[in-house]
C-alpha cells in the first residue's frame, strides 16, 4: 500500500496546525492578564465550544481561513450566542494579536456570526 505525496503533505498539514492551534487555545487560557471577572467570563464562554469547534473559531479568527462551517462547529457558535462569540473573539485577538484595535475585533466575530448564522 503507497501513500500518495500529497495525501501526506496534507494530513501532516493538519496535524500541524491542529497542534499550533490547540497550542494557542491553551495559552490563551492560561496567559489572561485580566480581571477576575473577565477570566470568568471567558472561560464560561469557551466551556460553551468543544474544543474542536474552539480550535476552529480561533483558526477563523485568527487566518480567516479556518473550516469553521465545513465541520459543523456553526450550530456550537449559534448555541454559544453572539454575546459569547463576541468575548472570545476579543480574548483571541487581544492575546496573539495586541496591537488591532477593539473595533477589528468586533468586526471579526460579526463576520464569523454571520458566516454560521444566516440572516
Known amino acids: 500500500m503507497s501513500l500518495k505525496a500529497t495525501t501526506v503533505t496534507k494530513s501532516m498539514f493538519v496535524a500541524l496546525f491542529t497542534i499550533i492551534a490547540m497550542a494557542a487555545l491553551a495559552s490563551a ?3 489572561l492578564v485580566q480581571s477576575p ?3 470568568h467570563l ?3 464562554c469557551m466551556a460553551k465550544l468543544s474544543s ?3 480550535m476552529y473559531v480561533t483558526a477563523e479568527v485568527l487566518y480567516s481561513h ?3 462551517k465545513q465541520h459543523g462547529c456553526c450550530l456550537e457558535v449559534y448555541h454559544m450566542g453572539r454575546v459569547c ?6 480574548h483571541v ?3 496573539f494579536l495586541p496591537k ?3 473595533q477589528d475585533s468586533l468586526e471579526k466575530s460579526t463576520q464569523i456570526w454571520y458566516l454560521c448564522v444566516p440572516v
Open 93 to 95: 485577538i487581544q492575546t
Open 37 to 39: 471577572e473577565s477570566d
Open 66 to 68: 479556518g473550516p469553521l
Open 85 to 90: 462569540l463576541n468575548i472570545v473573539t476579543k
Open 52 to 54: 474542536r469547534c474552539a
Open 29 to 31: 487560557a492560561t496567559s
Open 42 to 44: 471567558v472561560n464560561k
Open 100 to 102: 488591532l484595535r477593539k
